[in-house]
C-alpha cells in the first residue's frame, strides 16, 4: 500500500506526524493504565469509546493500543507494563502504512486526483472494512479496528458498525475515537467501555511540541506560551495557533466575549468589517471557532445550575451555526451575523446571570 503524505491526511496535521506515525506520547497515564491492565488479565474489553477533545491525543492512544495488541508477543505478555512500540518493529511499520492485514481503519477518505475528499464515512465503507471480521484474524491473533472519528459516521454507517460492535466474532478491539462522545449513537456508548480523555497540562503540550522539532521548536517562546495558553490542553490548536495574526484575533475575540453583556460598539464593528473581507475566510472561520468555544466553557463552568438557565446560551450558538450555514450556502455578507452574533451572546449571558 503506498504511503500517504500528511498534505492528503484529513485527520492529520500539516507538518506533524500523523498518529499512527507518532510514538511519543504524553500525559494520559490513566487511560494508557486502563489497556495495559486489560492486557495483563488477557481480559480487553471489546470495544472503546476513547473520547475528549480535539488534538489531545485520542487517535494516537488508538494506535499506541493498536501496536501493542496486533504484537503476537506482547499482546499475551501478562507483565506488559507499557504500549511503547520500537519505530522500526514490523508491527510499527504495517500499522504506519496501513497494511497490517489484522487492522481496519475507519475515517473520511483523503483526496485524489479524480475524486474529492470525502466528508463523511459512508455505510459502504463500514461494510466492506468489517468485512475482515468475518474471517479468522491473519496469524490467530486480535483484530482491530479503529474509528476515527465516530463525528464522521452517517446514521447508516453507524448502525452498520453497531451490528458488529453488538456481536463481535473472539479476539477483535474495536476503539472509536470521539470529540463529542456524548453524541454518539446511544446504541454503541452502552456496549462501549467509555475512556474519556483530559485536556493536556501545559508542560506536556509543550513537550508534545518540543518532541516535533523544527520547526517548532523554532518558534519564539513568547508567541508559544501565547498559543498555549489559548489552545486549551490541546496539541493541535496549540499548532494551529502558533501564528502572531491568529492569536491577536483570537485575543481580541475574547476581549469582547469576557466583557459581555458589556461591549464596545466601535469594537464590534471593526470585527465584523475585519471578517467580512474576501481575504479572511481563515479568520472568520477562528473568529467562530472561538466564538463556539467560549461558549462551550461558559456551559461546562455553569454545568451545575440546570440546563433552563444555560438554554440561552445553547440557543445563540445553534443560531449562529445556522446563519453561518445560510452564509456559506448563499455566499451573503459576513457582518450582519457578526454584529448579531454579539448582541444575541450578550443578552444570553444576562439571562444566565
Known amino acids: 500500500m503506498a504511503r500517504e503524505t500528511s498534505e492528503t491526511e484529513l485527520d492529520g496535521f500539516e507538518g506533524a506526524p500523523h498518529p499512527r506515525e507518532q510514538f511519543a506520547f504524553f500525559g494520559h497515564s490513566e487511560g494508557e493504565n486502563a489497556f495495559l491492565e486489560g492486557l495483563r488479565q488477557g481480559r480487553l474489553h471489546h470495544a472503546w469509546l476513547i473520547g475528549g477533545p480535539q488534538g489531545i491525543g485520542k487517535a494516537t492512544l488508538a494506535y499506541r493500543v493498536a501496536r501493542a495488541v496486533l504484537d503476537p508477543v506482547r499482546s499475551h505478555d501478562r507483565s506488559i507494563n507499557?504500549?511503547?512500540?520500537?519505530?522500526?518493529?514490523?508491527v510499527a511499520r504495517q500499522v504506519a502504512v496501513l497494511s497490517h492485514p489484522n487492522l481496519a481503519v475507519l475515517r473520511r477518505?483523503?483526496?485524489t486526483d479524480k475524486k474529492a475528499a470525502s466528508t463523511t464515512i459512508p455505510v459502504e465503507a463500514v461494510r466492506k472494512t468489517l468485512n475482515m471480521f468475518g474471517s479468522t484474524a491473519a496469524d490467530g491473533g486480535y483484530r482491530v479496528c479503529i474509528v476515527d472519528s465516530a463525528e464522521d459516521l452517517t446514521a447508516s454507517s453507524a448502525n452498520a458498525l453497531l451490528k458488529v460492535v453488538e456481536e463481535p466474532p473472539p479476539r477483535s478491539?474495536?476503539?472509536?475515537v470521539s470529540h463529542a462522545p456524548q453524541r454518539v449513537l446511544p446504541t454503541i456508548r452502552s456496549r462501549c467501555r467509555r475512556l474519556l480523555l483530559r485536556p493536556?497540562?501545559?508542560a506536556d503540550v509543550t513537550a508534545a511540541i518540543t518532541s516535533l522539532g523544527a520547526p517548532w521548536t523554532d518558534v519564539p517562546q513568547d508567541l508559544l506560551a501565547q498559543a498555549r495558553r489559548l489552545g486549551e490542553g490541546s496539541v493541535r490548536r496549540t499548532l494551529e495557533l502558533l501564528d502572531a495574526e491568529k492569536v491577536a484575533l483570537v485575543a481580541q475575540i475574547h476581549a469582547v466575549l469576557d466583557n459581555l453583556?458589556?461591549?464596545?460598539?466601535?469594537?464590534?464593528?471593526a470585527l465584523s468589517e475585519a471578517l467580512a473581507r474576501r481575504d479572511a475566510d481563515a479568520s472568520y472561520e477562528l473568529a467562530l471557532e472561538t466564538v463556539e468555544r467560549w461558549v462551550?466553557?461558559?456551559?461546562?463552568?455553569?454545568?451545575?445550575?440546570?440546563?433552563?438557565?444555560l438554554a440561552p446560551l445553547v440557543e445563540v450558538c445553534e443560531k449562529i451555526g445556522r446563519q453561518a450555514r445560510?452564509?456559506?450556502?448563499y455566499n451573503l455578507d459576513r457582518r450582519p451575523l457578526v454584529l448579531g452574533m454579539f448582541d444575541d451572546l450578550a443578552d444570553a449571558v444576562r439571562r444566565t446571570a
Open 82 to 90: 507499557t504500549l511503547d512500540c520500537a519505530p522500526d518493529s514490523r
Open 109 to 111: 477518505a483523503p483526496a
Open 173 to 176: 478491539i474495536f476503539l472509536i
Open 200 to 202: 493536556l497540562a501545559e
Open 261 to 269: 453583556p458589556r461591549a464596545d460598539p466601535k469594537q464590534i464593528l
Open 296 to 309: 462551550s466553557m461558559r456551559l461546562h463552568q455553569a454545568e451545575n445550575v440546570g440546563a433552563a438557565r
Open 326 to 329: 445560510e452564509i456559506d450556502i
